[in-house]
């Protein structure tokens, strides 16, 4: 089971840190992902970590102000979100697939835990 938190209301520019953390089953090993829906668009991939931490992948948009990391001892994973923007606003999911390959396939993510909003005011 994934729990989401961090989500809420900040002014374009400012910062959020979205938190993910895993229970029931021990995933350390898994990579981890996190991947946002705007009203009335399809679910995109934002970030990714692989199992041991040494691989991420972004997104061309939030390269460069999105920073993934994971803690394999607390079973957590972080998104720090900077420079937001109002085009960031969604709700944010994390995700953890079944292996420790990194991946941006939303379909091939096998755990996913409940959404949290992000809202970026202009």
């Known amino acids: 089971q994934l729990q989401a938190s961090g989500g809420g209301l900040v002014q374009a520019g400012g910062s959020l840190r979205l938190s993910c953390a895993a229970s029931?089953?021990?995933?350390?090993?898994?990579?981890r992902g996190w991947f946002r829906q705007a009203p009335g668009k399809e679910r995109e991939f934002v970030a990714a970590?692989?199992?041991?931490?040494?691989?991420?992948d972004y997104a061309d948009s939030v390269k460069g102000r999105f920073t993934i990391s994971r803690d394999n001892a607390k079973n957590t994973v972080d998104l720090q979100m900077n420079s937001l923007k109002p085009e960031d606003t969604a709700v944010y999911y994390c995700?953890?697939?079944?292996?420790?390959?990194?991946?941006?396939?939303?379909?091939?993510?096998?755990?996913w835990g409940q959404g949290t909003q992000v809202t970026v005011s202009s």
């Open positions: 029931g089953r021990t995933i350390s090993m898994y990579t």
């Open positions: 995700a953890a697939r079944g292996n420790s390959q990194v991946v941006t396939t939303a379909r091939l993510y096998r755990y």
């Open positions: 970590i692989g199992g041991y931490g040494g691989v991420t």
